[in-house]
């Protein structure tokens, strides 16, 4: 039997030790929880509303950071920039980069959105990279703008659908497909002082030249071809023919064939004649689209004392306009049975020498020489000065002389000279003829012309048929 005294003085131990490390378990629990809790202060701090807080005063970018992040902008998202005034670095507001970033990437108008108002004093450079090949990549900053000119160029930029430079406006000409340009944009190409230097240029020719093939020759060029010809002629103003050739002559060397038709449609017979053959074998390389001009610029070409590979090369022309299979080996023989009318007949000049009455009969350049049975007679005639009586009394040659046709000959000149009446005839009127280039192409004096024709007013329309006096 047990002892209960025993009994008890166990379980009393027990309790004891359960009791302490109740109190130790107890203390470490309340020792963690005051050492991960601070005491309250006096006062508690509470995270701040994000809407009430202070908006910083600037943002932790650099100058050119911010320029390089302007730069992947669209133009209606720097728009947007240009209220915003936080400051980034060096006093500049995002404003002032937004504003310079338009200018420099998106060719902004900043002058004609500042018209009214005087011109920015100042102008700061600030580089924010390098190019390829080590240049600064810089761009020009207008510090110290107020916000009228801020709130003006954003008018501007709202009410115009194209508010850029004549720069701008070619480059966003050049991106657009062929065909389908937006009116507006070419509404507004058309207004620049660029692009009217190179109409003025043209409304001398004697030939009606339409705003759109003008387009087409500047699109196949460069922004620089342009520029630097608008700046020869706002300070030379020079309107001459010569200036017009070597203006299409540029765009020719640089591959355009939109120059080479209008080269040949302006200045036809000046090309066939007077370039050299390096100069027609680029715009008989041009040309490889048929049209009236092009293929009686190549027959002219082939009737002419030109070199052998101009030749050559004219009549693959003449032989692709036709949709034949160029012959393999080159004739030129051949060519010409194939495309010269066989009825043509030689074109002769008949004047009186001095000393003599007897008739002299000069050879037109333009035409091919038969061989006499002098054995030194070249292939094709030169330029001959005037026969000598005796060599006139012998009488012409045996054979006739091919030569282009007439149509050919006076499609592509369109000289005064070329067209002097010799007796009165009809001309009909054709799209884009006025009075003036009609009495000047015929060296008629333009009042006798308007006489002639009882016309009360100087307005004609295609179709009308104008006589055309004879010259005293």
């Known amino acids: 039997m047990v002892d209960p005294i025993s009994y008890i003085r166990k379980l009393t131990v027990l309790l004891v030790i359960s009791g302490t490390l109740n109190i130790i378990f107890a203390g470490a629990i309340f020792y963690c929880f005051i050492k991960e809790n601070p005491p309250t202060p006096y006062f508690e701090l509470k995270p701040a509303n994000q809407q009430e807080q202070q908006t910083p005063l600037a943002i932790d970018h650099t100058d050119s950071e911010i320029i390089r992040y302007f730069r ?5 998202w720097l728009i947007s920039r240009l209220n915003n005034t936080g400051l980034v670095e060096n006093g500049y507001t995002q404003r002032d980069l937004a504003l310079a970033s338009l200018v420099a990437f998106h060719y ?3 002058e004609r959105a500042f018209l009214g108002l005087p011109p920015p004093k100042e102008k700061r450079l600030i580089a924010y990279g390098k190019f390829q090949d080590g240049r600064p990549a810089e761009i020009t900053v207008y510090p110290g703008l107020s916000d009228q000119y801020f709130a003006a160029a954003q008018h501007f930029a709202s009410t115009e659908r194209w508010p850029l430079t004549g720069r701008g406006l070619f480059l966003a000409l050049q991106k657009e497909e062929r065909e389908d340009y937006d009116p507006h944009l070419l509404d507004a190409f058309f207004m620049t002082s660029n692009f009217a230097s190179v109409e003025m240029l043209f409304n001398r020719s ?3 030249v339409e705003k759109e093939e003008l387009l087409r020759v500047l699109l196949e060029g460069n922004w620089t071809l342009l520029s630097e010809f608008a700046e020869q002629q706002r300070v030379s103003q020079d309107l001459s023919p010569a200036r017009r050739q070597h203006f299409l002559l540029k765009y020719v060397s640089n591959g355009s064939k939109a120059a080479t038709q ?3 449609k302006t200045d036809g017979m000046f090309a066939a004649r007077k370039l050299d053959d390096r100069q027609v074998l680029s715009l008989l390389t041009l040309a490889d689209e048929k049209s009236q001009q092009s293929e009686q610029f190549a027959l002219i070409l082939l009737t002419s004392p030109r070199s052998d590979a101009v030749w050559k090369l004219a009549s693959r022309r003449l032989y692709e306009y036709a949709g034949e299979v160029v012959p393999e080996p080159y004739n030129r023989q051949a060519t010409l049975t194939r495309f010269v009318p066989q ?3 030689t074109a002769t000049l008949t004047v009186s020498t001095p000393k003599e009455s007897k008739p002299t009969t000069i050879i037109p350049s333009t035409v091919k020489a038969v061989p006499t049975s002098a054995p030194t007679v070249p292939k094709i005639a030169s330029i001959p000065g005037p026969i000598s009586p005796k060599a006139a009394e012998k009488g012409p040659p045996t054979k006739s002389l091919s030569v282009p046709t007439k149509k050919a000959l006076t499609t592509l000149n369109k000289s005064p000279s070329s067209a002097v009446p010799k007796k009165d005839f009809y001309y009909t009127v054709q799209e884009g003829d006025t009075l003036w280039k009609i009495a000047r192409r015929f060296s008629v004096d333009i009042e006798v012309l308007r ?10 329309h295609p179709g009308k048929k104008l006589r055309i006096p004879a010259m005293k």
């Open 72 to 76: 992947r902008m669209p133009l209606q």
């Open 343 to 345: 009825n043509t007949q």
């Open 451 to 460: 006489a002639f024709n009882q016309l009360e007013t100087d307005a004609l």
């Open 206 to 208: 004697d030939v009606a």
């Open 108 to 110: 902004f108008d900043v």
């Open 262 to 264: 209008l080269m040949l």
